[in-house]
């Protein structure tokens, strides 16, 4: 990708992507590609940026529609909910060794800024 001119990679969430995130970190890495997830998860394990859904507020919400089934809810009688927390983390490690500087707005604007 860095040969074709690519300045970033964006990865969605998905089980390919998901299975093979410590290659495409790697090789990001090693090309001088920032790596943007939808995934905070990825962020952790040493991509660039993460942007999406907060994944603890949505097993959250995962939880409490089981206990109602559980009670005896008929999944058809639940409202369909949408996660409304999105959060934004970035990898400050990771943009110093990309040699990146990130704008103390962006990082204000942050959810978390892992060091």
């Known amino acids: 990708m860095a040969k074709a001119?690519?300045?970033v990679v964006?990865?969605?969430?998905?089980?390919?992507?998901?299975n093979q995130r410590s290659t495409i970190l790697r090789q990001g890495l090693a090309a001088g590609l920032p790596t943007i997830f939808d995934?905070?998860?990825a962020v952790d394990a040493?991509?660039?940026?993460?942007?999406?859904?907060?994944q603890a507020e949505g097993s959250r919400h995962a939880a409490a529609f089981v206990d109602k089934i559980l009670k005896g809810a008929k999944p058809?009688?639940?409202?369909i909910e949408f996660s409304t927390k999105i959060e934004?983390?970035?990898?400050?490690?990771?943009?110093?060794?990309?040699?990146?500087t990130?704008?103390?707005t962006l990082l204000a604007r942050a959810d978390e800024v892992i060091e």
């Open 5 to 7: 001119g690519a300045q």
């Open 10 to 18: 964006i990865v969605q969430t998905n089980g390919l992507f998901v």
């Open 39 to 41: 995934d905070r998860s």
């Open 46 to 54: 040493g991509g660039f940026i993460s942007y999406g859904v907060d």
């Open 76 to 79: 058809g009688d639940l409202p």
């Open 88 to 100: 934004m983390v970035i990898n400050l490690k990771t943009a110093r060794a990309l040699g990146l």
């Open 102 to 104: 990130v704008p103390p």
